[in-house]
């Protein structure tokens, strides 16, 4: 079983950037891929986007799709999420996600195994 730990968010404001972070405690147990969600207050979790291991590829959801970059860390089995000119519409819960049963799409939330404790941003105007 992995533990994902996330971390980096912040109160900021708009036009800043922010790297979020998640850490796993195991790369055996993440699967083939890992991915960022965010739920905002009073509405679904969506997709921002997912990394898959085998190959290097990223995936993207169109809510940050353009000011986001997600990246691995393969040695400390970590996973980025830089978000640039952050907007008051971008305040939620992020949170990471780990091993995916299929090869995508990673868009389901429910369909993911792990998941960490979220790090909350907030965007003031």
């Known amino acids: 079983q992995v533990h994902l730990v996330e971390s980096g968010g912040g109160l900021v404001q708009a036009g800043d950037s922010l790297r979020l972070s998640c850490a796993a405690s195991?790369?055996?147990?993440?699967?083939?891929?890992m991915a960022w969600f965010r739920q905002a207050p009073g509405k679904e979790g969506e997709f921002v986007a997912a990394?898959?291991?085998?190959?290097?590829?990223?995936f993207y959801g169109s809510s940050l799709k353009g000011r986001s970059v997600i990246s691995m860390d393969n040695v400390n089995n970590t996973l980025y999420l830089q978000v640039n000119i952050l907007k008051p519409e971008d305040t939620a819960v992020y949170y990471c996600?780990?091993?995916?049963?299929?090869?995508?799409?990673?868009?389901?939330?429910?369909?993911?195994?792990?998941w960490g404790q979220g790090t909350q941003v907030t965007v003031s105007s």
């Open positions: 990394f898959r291991w085998s190959d290097g590829k990223t």
């Open positions: 996600a780990a091993d995916h049963p299929a090869a995508g799409p990673y868009n389901t939330d429910r369909l993911w195994l792990y």
């Open positions: 195991e790369r055996a147990d993440t699967g083939d891929a």
